[in-house]
C-alpha cells in the first residue's frame, strides 16, 4: 500500500509568474496502478487544467518512471508546457517518452472531390470486370463455335473430369443439406397449418417452395461455394506458376482448354444436382410431414403431382442451366484475374465466391418476376 507522502498527487500552489501544479510521490506503475489512485491523478490532472495557463514542477518527485512520464506527456497534449520545470533525469525521461510516443493522425474530413473521386474509382474497377467479363463471354462463344465445327478436337477428357469432380463428387454434401432443409421447413410449415386445420396443404407449400426455389437455388449456392472457388484457385495456381503464359507460348488457348470445358460441365451437371437436391429435400419434409402431421408418404407422392404442375420442373431445370453457366464464367473470370502472388489467389477465390452467390440470387429474382405466372 502506497504510503501517503509516496502517493502520486497534484497540489496547486502560487507563484509570482502564476499558478503551478505541484506534482508529488511517486509517479510509478507500482504507485499509479494500485486502487484508486489512477481515478484520483486523473481527476487531479483534469482539475490542473489546460497546459497554457498552468505551470508545472516536477522537481519535487520522489521517483518517474515511463508510466509517470506518459501519464503526464499526453495531459499536456504531447508537446511541452509553457512553464515546467524539471530536474535533469526527469527531462530526459519526459524527452525519451516524447521521442517513441507516436502522434495520433488527425482525421480529415472527406471533401466532395475526394467523394468523387472514389466514386469514379469504384465506377472503373465496375467497368473493368465488365470488359473482361464480356470478353471472357465472347471467346467462350467463339470456342463453342469452334467444338461445333470440329468435335474431334473438343476437350472432352477435361469435360469428363469435371463432371465427376463437380457433380458426382457433390452428391453427398447436397443430399444433406436438401433432406435437413426440407425437415425443418416442413415442420416449421406444419405449426402453421395445424392452427388452420390445412395439413393436406403441406404438400403444395413443400413442392412449390422446394421444385421451383429452394431445391435450385440451394444446389447452386451450395456448388458456387465447393467447385466455384475450386475452379478459381485452380486457375489462380496456374497462374502464380506461370503456367497460362506456358500455355500462351504453345499456341494453347486457355479459354479453350480451361473455360470451356468447365462452363460446359456445370452446364450439364446443375440441373442434375439441382433435381438430386430437390428430391432428398422432398424426401425430408415428406418424413417430417408424417411425424409432425401423420401425412403419410403415400398421400404425399400421391398428391404432389396434382400441387406441382411439371412447368415448375422446367422452369427450375432451365434456370439451374444458367446457374451453371455463371457460376463457371465468374469463377473463370477472378481465376483469370489472379496476380502471380498468393494474396491475390486468396482474395479472387473469396470474391469469386461471394460473386457467384450474389450472382445466383440476383438471376433467380429475376426468373421469380419475369415467369411468375407460369406453373402457379
Given amino acids: 500500500m502506497p504510503t501517503e507522502q509516496s502517493t502520486p498527487r497534484i497540489e496547486r500552489q502560487d507563484t509570482p509568474e502564476g499558478a503551478d501544479a505541484l506534482v508529488l510521490g511517486r509517479w510509478t506503475a507500482a504507485q499509479l496502478t494500485a486502487p484508486k489512485i489512477w481515478d484520483e491523478v486523473t481527476l487531479g490532472l483534469e482539475q490542473a487544467g489546460a497546459t497554457d495557463a498552468m505551470g508545472w514542477d516536477l522537481r519535487k518527485l520522489q521517483r518517474l518512471d515511463h508510466i509517470g512520464a506518459q501519464l503526464l506527456w499526453n495531459h499536456w497534449g504531447q508537446q511541452w508546457p509553457q512553464r515546467v520545470q524539471t530536474l535533469p533525469t526527469q527531462r530526459a525521461m519526459l524527452d525519451e517518452v516524447a521521442r517513441f510516443t507516436i502522434t495520433p493522425p488527425v482525421p480529415t474530413r472527406r471533401t466532395f472531390l475526394a467523394r468523387f473521386m ?3 474509382n469504384v465506377i472503373l474497377v465496375v467497368a473493368d470486370h465488365g470488359r ?3 470478353r471472357l463471354i465472347g471467346q467462350l462463344l467463339l470456342d463453342a463455335v469452334r467444338l461445333v465445327r470440329s468435335p474431334r478436337e473438343g476437350p472432352w477428357r477435361d469435360f469428363s473430369g469435371h463432371l465427376y469432380r463437380i457433380g458426382a463428387t457433390a452428391l453427398p ?4 443439406v436438401g433432406f435437413l432443409i426440407g425437415v425443418v421447413l416442413a415442420y416449421l410449415t406444419s405449426q402453421q397449418l395445424k392452427q388452420f386445420g390445412a395439413d393436406a396443404f403441406i404438400v403444395n407449400i413443400l413442392g412449390i417452395s422446394l421444385i421451383r426455389e429452394l431445391g435450385p437455388v440451394l444446389a447452386a449456392i451450395l456448388i458456387a461455394g465447393r467447385s466455384g472457388s475450386a475452379i478459381t484457385a485452380q486457375i489462380g495456381v496456374m497462374r502464380v506458376t506461370e503456367d497460362l503464359d506456358a500455355m500462351r507460348v504453345m499456341g494453347i488457348p486457355p479459354g479453350f482448354r480451361l473455360v470451356m470445358p468447365r462452363a460446359m460441365a456445370l452446364a ?6 439441382s433435381v438430386w437436391t430437390t428430391l432428398a429435400a422432398l424426401s425430408g419434409g415428406m418424413l417430417a410431414a408424417d411425424f409432425s402431421m401423420g401425412i403419410t408418404p403415400d398421400f404425399f407422392l400421391e398428391a404432389l403431382p396434382k400441387a406441382v404442375d411439371i412447368s415448375n420442373l422446367i422452369l427450375a431445370t432451365s434456370k439451374s442451366v444458367v446457374f451453371g453457366l455463371l457460376i463457371a464464367l465468374v469463377a473463370c ?4 484475374r489472379v496476380k502471380p502472388n498468393t494474396e491475390s489467389l486468396g482474395e479472387g477465390t473469396t470474391a469469386s465466391v461471394v460473386t457467384s452467390i450474389t450472382v445466383v440470387i440476383l438471376v433467380d429474382a429475376l426468373f421469380a418476376v419475369v415467369f411468375k405466372d407460369i406453373g402457379i
Fill in 118 to 120: 472514389a466514386l469514379g
Fill in 132 to 134: 473482361d467479363m464480356t
Fill in 173 to 176: 454434401i447436397t443430399a444433406l
Fill in 268 to 273: 450439364v451437371v446443375m440441373p442434375l444436382v
Fill in 333 to 336: 473470370h477472378y481465376g483469370l
